[in-house]
């Protein structure tokens, strides 16, 4: 079983870019390849998911051209970038059909290589090219392990979706016996499981949304649950804990405020309550010990006196707390309106010339303070801390930077009229008109999607060509595709009709 890669060569012809896969076979000593049936089937029919391919004989050397037209090599798409979940999604489904349209052609998918630098990817609808070379003969399943392995480390970790289905087809694939087409059946599952989770979570954040929203046009809105038993799986599934209706995350200040007065009201009527107890209690026992009407035991006029001391006992403690929370409310409304113009004034004395500009910081500050309910000593420090900040510093020492200085590079040009300097000093970088895949986006129409690549090597500027379709040109001269060249200050770069000079 020969495993042996070819070597790899690029072409540019009229409009036309090919990727060049030969292996020396000592001038056709081998035989003709083209009388296999499953060459005939490549090289005879347009087979969705494989790269066009032409075979050509050059000094009795067999190669083939595959054509690789605005598309970009998977290694060099995800060498800065990490892989999403529709991306992911894309890539997988476009795996698992080309092997299922291989057996529509008589093809088990041997000659297939699974190799991320010879798969290519339409940059804009993200559908994967793979490249069928008739002199390879690999082992389909364990190529697609290695395959999945690769793409694990470029997911992108931060995607919870991505990284749901990737990690289940690493698992299918460990399995010996795997068949890559069930990997489609799993795909469709898991994507309908994490379709239905999303929805259960749009429920529980629609839900603590509304809650989160008491007034509504100065009246206060109902939360409604109209699929109760939807959201209380969703609540299930993800740990949330909040009931239908118990959705608001806190009070307000004017809720907090009336429920402070309703406090101070309870505790008053309390105290008078306790008062009217002891009153009565009172007016019993006189009213039995002067009138003489009836009589009391000693024993019930004991119960009467101790009811009456309890009744007492109880007003007061309910009269102290009523002017306790009655000092509060008054301590909190004189910090919140009287301190704020005493604090500034402590604030510019010490700001000297600068107070007119600190003037709405502070403002904003200490508005955000009395919104928190800090105390005043909190804000002292707090305030103390800031004025600190404020000082100017003390300058270090010149720094001698020595023959390693480092000049910063750019690239000089107009676009669209108007002069354009790129920075050059945070490498590696892209340029093309897709913004989605270029670090610096050329509104050029003969630009490609992804045009260049500027890298750093040994410390020096190198620009690359990306399979460009009207190419790369360094002082006139046009650049192989992905051929990489070292710039030197004073090259000029055309990119399509844009032209810029390396400074």
Not at 98 to 113: P, V
Request: aromatic share 10%.
């Amino acid at each position: 079983m020969k495993q042996d890669m070819p070597d790899i060569s690029y072409e540019r012809s009229m409009n036309h870019n090919y990727m060049i896969l030969s292996k020396c076979d000592f001038f056709g000593k081998e035989g003709d390849k083209n009388g296999d049936f499953r060459t005939r089937m490549l090289l005879e029919n347009k087979i969705p998911g494989l790269l066009p391919v032409t075979h050509r004989l050059v000094n009795g050397e067999s190669r083939y051209y595959y054509e690789i037209n605005s598309l970009q090599s998977l290694d060099r798409l995800y060498d800065k970038n990490e892989i999403r979940y529709e991306e992911l999604k894309a890539l997988l489904s476009g795996c698992v059909s080309l092997f299922d349209t291989l057996e529509e052609y008589l093809l088990d998918g041997t000659q297939i290589i699974m190799k991320p630098e010879l798969i290519y990817m339409n940059v804009e609808k993200m559908e994967p090219y793979f490249v069928c070379y008739p002199d390879y003969q690999g082992d389909v399943r364990l190529s697609f392990m290695a395959f999945i392995d690769e793409l694990l480390t470029k997911i992108d970790h931060t995607d919870e979706r991505a990284v749901m289905l990737g990690y289940q087809v690493y698992r299918y694939t460990r399995n010996p016996n795997y068949v890559i087409s069930e990997i489609g059946h799993m795909m469709e599952h898991m994507i309908v499981t994490m379709a239905h989770g999303e929805e259960q979570r749009r429920v529980v954040e629609n839900s603590a949304e509304i809650g989160s929203r008491p007034f509504e046009n100065g009246r206060e809105s109902e939360v409604r649950c109209e699929d109760r038993n939807a959201l209380n799986e969703a609540q299930f599934a993800y740990g949330n804990e909040t009931e239908c209706g118990d959705d608001t995350q806190g009070y307000d200040d004017e809720e907090h405020h009336s429920k402070r007065k309703s406090g101070n009201v309870g505790d008053l009527i309390g105290g008078i309550f306790c008062i009217f107890v002891s009153l009565c209690a009172g007016a019993i026992v006189l009213g039995a010990r002067v009138i003489g009407v009836f009589r009391l035991s000693g024993k019930n006029e004991l119960y009467l006196y101790g009811a009456i001391a309890m009744a007492v006992m109880a007003a007061v403690l309910f009269f102290i707390c009523y002017i306790k929370k009655r000092k509060q409310d008054r301590e909190l409304e004189a910090l919140a309106e009287g301190n704020t113009t005493e604090m500034d004034e402590q604030f510019y004395s010490l700001a000297g010339e600068n107070s007119m500009d600190c003037q709405n910081d502070m403002v904003e500050y200490s508005d955000s303070i009395f919104d928190n309910r800090q105390s005043k000593k909190e804000y002292t420090m707090q305030q103390s801390y800031y004025n600190k900040s404020r000082q100017p510093k003390a300058c270090n020492e010149t720094v001698c930077l020595g023959d390693g200085i480092v000049e910063e590079r750019m690239l000089c040009g107009r676009i669209n009229g108007r002069e354009v300097n790129i920075s050059l000093n945070k490498l590696p970088m892209t340029i093309g008109k897709l913004a989605t895949l270029s670090d610096f986006v050329i509104n050029d129409t003969a630009v490609s999607k992804m045009h260049a690549r500027f890298e750093e090597r040994d410390g020096r500027v190198c620009v690359c060509d990306l399979n460009s379709t009207n190419g790369t040109v360094r002082n006139g001269m046009l650049l192989g595709i992905n051929q990489s060249v070292v710039l030197e200050p004073g090259d000029r770069l055309r990119f399509g009709r844009t032209c810029f000079t390396y400074c």
